[in-house]
């Protein structure tokens, strides 16, 4: 990199830190910030505090640690100006929500327990956390974080240990936090981001949170659009299935409508549809080329319109009929049965294509967690408080937006070389 693209990378960086760290007033506090930015961004297999000061001339890694873990500077007002920042700049299509792990060795760090992540593909010692990010097919950049705490963490939680308090003192995990669900906090982000003024266009979201009805119809009543994957345990009624009211026994209440048959699983209901129902759908291109041309992504899917279940659907539309959805499953060629699904409350005149290319949006949310572990050290601080991880992830979303608003910017230079 020449002169002139290290002074104009300077430059850059200093007037997005204005802009982004605009509340940090107090001395020295942006120009940490500045530093922590640097050091994420540099060459360097480990990005915690020690190594990445080792890096930066003139920067003290007490001085840096202190910023990160102790500073009593609020992560909110930043992280609001970064989302209105991106969201203005890429102009997202969808809201990603999903979750990733932290591995732990001890038991400190606040929200360690043993419990599931997708990071190791099983249950293990870690923390998890659950973002939002604003996203398009070329860009995206996760704007919002809330550390889970299982439910050993929270002293009403009949599951806290003895040592529970303490080990939130240690942290300095606030009184008024407690256990709360993922999908419960992915709807609390939801809330947030849209008193910041933005709107989300979609929202889209793995099984882990498409499987929560109450999550599901948290965006109804919110009038948020969704393409949410679900397990094929989920639970689904017919299009056509009515509530019918059973016969007055003359004893009691008047019976209400009742669906009179059990819900079936997707599964059950896409194997009736047969392998024969599949459309081929192409949604995107690829990275493979052919005569110098992209590849188009392509697969076969299978769509219905279904009503879905659950105790939380039915009870929120009590006497009336389930809302009707759409149930989407990947059936692959060649394949005994379908591999994925998903459910949305997208129109029934929203194209065959549009939906799938909804359905795959997130696979640039495995881009993203892959971008942050690997090149800018999501998971490699150090700290043990309920602060300094949030300090941590907002930091590291940071320097994210600003590699991503320098590929969008400056495509050449930010191209590898």
Request: glycine share 8%.
């Amino acid at each position: 990199m020449d002169g002139f693209e290290v002074t104009r990378l300077r430059d850059d960086l200093a007037d997005f830190a204005g802009d982004v760290f605009g509340s940090l007033t107090r001395v020295g506090w942006r120009d940490r910030a500045v530093s922590y930015l640097q050091g994420l961004m540099l060459d360097g297999r480990r990005k915690s505090i020690q190594p990445m000061a080792a890096r930066l001339a003139g920067v003290h890694d007490q001085a840096l640690n202190h910023f990160v873990t102790n500073s009593p500077w609020d992560a909110t007002p930043v992280r609001r100006r970064l989302a209105q920042r991106i969201h203005e700049v890429i102009g997202p299509v969808a809201w990603a929500v999903d979750d990733t792990g932290w591995l732990k060795c001890g038991a400190a760090s606040p929200g360690v327990a043993r419990q599931y992540t997708g990071t190791a593909g099983k249950v293990t010692n870690c923390q998890i956390g659950v973002s939002v990010n604003l996203v398009t097919d070329t860009a995206s950049c996760p704007t919002n974080w809330r550390l889970f705490l299982p439910a050993a963490w929270d002293p009403c939680s009949p599951d806290a240990g003895p040592d529970t308090v303490r080990r939130r003192e240690r942290a300095g995990i606030p009184d008024e936090v407690g256990h709360r669900e993922k999908w419960r906090l992915a709807l609390d982000m939801t809330d947030e981001l849209t008193g910041w003024g933005l709107r989300a266009p979609l929202i889209v979201a793995d099984a882990g949170y498409g499987d929560a009805a109450e999550f599901r119809h948290g965006l109804a009543e919110r009038g948020l659009s969704y393409v949410v994957q679900v397990s094929i345990r989920a639970g689904v009624y017919p299009q056509e299935a009515v509530r019918n009211t059973p016969p007055y026994q003359g004893v009691g209440k008047y019976p209400e409508p009742r669906y009179r048959e059990p819900a079936t699983s997707v599964k059950d209901l896409i194997l009736t549809c047969g392998p024969a129902q599949a459309q081929s759908v192409a949604w995107r291109d690829g990275s493979r080329t052919r005569a110098g041309k992209p590849v188009k992504m392509r697969s076969r899917f299978v769509f219905t319109r279904v009503r879905p279940a659950g105790r939380t659907l039915l009870a929120a539309h009590r006497g009336q009929d389930l809302p009707e959805a759409w149930l989407i499953a990947e059936w692959p060629p060649g394949c005994d049965e379908p591999t994925k699904y998903w459910l949305s409350n997208l129109p029934t005149t929203t194209a065959k294509r549009t939906l799938i290319r909804w359905a795959k949006l997130r696979w640039r949310i495995e881009h993203d967690y892959r971008e942050l572990k690997t090149g800018l050290g999501l998971d490699h601080y150090e700290g043990r408080t309920w602060q300094g991880w949030h300090h941590h992830v907002t930091l590291v979303s940071a320097a994210h937006a600003f590699c991503t608003l320098q590929r969008l910017h400056h495509p050449k230079a930010a191209a590898p070389a």
